[in-house]
Nanobody
Framework: QVQLAESGGGSVQAGGSLRLSCAAS????????MGWFRQAPGKEREFVAGVSAGGKTYYHDSVKGRFTASRDNNAKNTVYLQMNSLKPEDTAAYYC?????????????????WGQGTQVTVSS
C-alpha cells in the first residue's frame, strides 16, 4: 500500500507563492504518474496539474503560467507544485494523487492512491 504525504500548505496574500510537496511513504520500483487536485468548499474536486512517470507535465488552464509541477529526480515518486501569483480563487484543499497511468490522473479516473490533503488559503 502506497501512502502519500503532502506538505507545504499555508496562508498567503494574493500575489504570493507556496510550494507543495508530496512523497510516497514506501519504496517501490514502480514509477507512478502523479498529480495535484484541489477542492474548494462546496465545489467538486478538480484537476490542477499532472506529471507523467517520464516527467511530462500537464496543467489546468486556470493555473498555466502560474503553477509548475515537477518530479524529484533524486527521490522516486516525489513531486512538487510551485504556486506563484496566487489568487483568492486558488483557496482550496490540495490533494496529491498517484496512479499507474497519466490517463487516470488527467481524467480523474479510478486513481490508485490519494493523499490526505493540505490547505491553501489566499487572502485578498
Amino acid at each position: 500500500q502506497v501512502q502519500l504525504a503532502e506538505s507545504g500548505g499555508g496562508s498567503v496574500q494574493a500575489g504570493g507563492s507556496l510550494r507543495l510537496s508530496c512523497a510516497a511513504s514506501v519504496r517501490t520500483s514502480v514509477d507512478y504518474a502523479m498529480g495535484w487536485f484541489r477542492q474548494a468548499p462546496g465545489k467538486e474536486r478538480e484537476f490542477v496539474a499532472g506529471v507523467s512517470a517520464g516527467g511530462k507535465t500537464y496543467y489546468h488552464d486556470s493555473v498555466k503560467g502560474r503553477f509548475t509541477a515537477s518530479r524529484d529526480n533524486n527521490a522516486k515518486n516525489t513531486v512538487y507544485l510551485q504556486m506563484n501569483s496566487l489568487k483568492p480563487e486558488d483557496t482550496a484543499a490540495y490533494y496529491c494523487a498517484a496512479d499507474g497511468t497519466i490517463f487516470n490522473i488527467l481524467t480523474m479516473g479510478r486513481i490508485d492512491y490519494w493523499g490526505q490533503g493540505t490547505q491553501v488559503t489566499v487572502s485578498s
